[in-house]
Each structure stands twice: as C-alpha cells, then as structure tokens.
C-alpha cells in the first residue's frame, strides 16, 4: 500500500492540511478521504514513500521470556 499526504478545504471554508491516508492508488485514497470530509476540496496531495524496513519478528519464547522476567 502507498501512503498519500492530503491538503483540503472543508465545506465549512476551513484549511486542514497532513491528512494522512494509505491506498493502493491515489483513487483509493481519496475514496477513503472523502468518506472523513464529505463535499471538501483537495487544494493539494502528494505521494509520501515508504522506508522498505525489514520487520524483525520474534518467536513466542522470546515474547514469553520478555513477559514473564522478573527483575
């Protein structure tokens, strides 16, 4: 998924600028917007690329032994 930066105008007249939001493409995104900020106007958007970190994951011994340690 991608995330989008979004800058609006409500229909109230309000500026709301960082909306962050994820989607798998720009049409998607400003679905999910538009579902938040019914009738606004989007004065500005960009694309905000992700780190491609590596997750580090843990087996469930290593989750227990963080739980049950005992200082």
């Not at 994820?22 to 019914?38: S, T």
């Not at 958007?45 to 491609?52: A, C, N, Q, S, V």
């Amino acid at each position: 998924m991608q995330k989008f930066d979004f800058s609006v105008k409500t229909r109230d007249g309000q500026n709301v600028d960082r909306i962050q939001i994820y989607g798998k493409d720009l049409a998607d995104a400003e679905r999910k917007l538009r579902q938040m900020y019914r009738h606004c106007e989007v004065t500005q958007y960009k694309t905000i690329e992700l780190d491609k970190k590596v997750s580090q994951s843990a087996d469930i011994e290593e989750v227990l032994t963080l739980i049950t340690k005992h200082d």
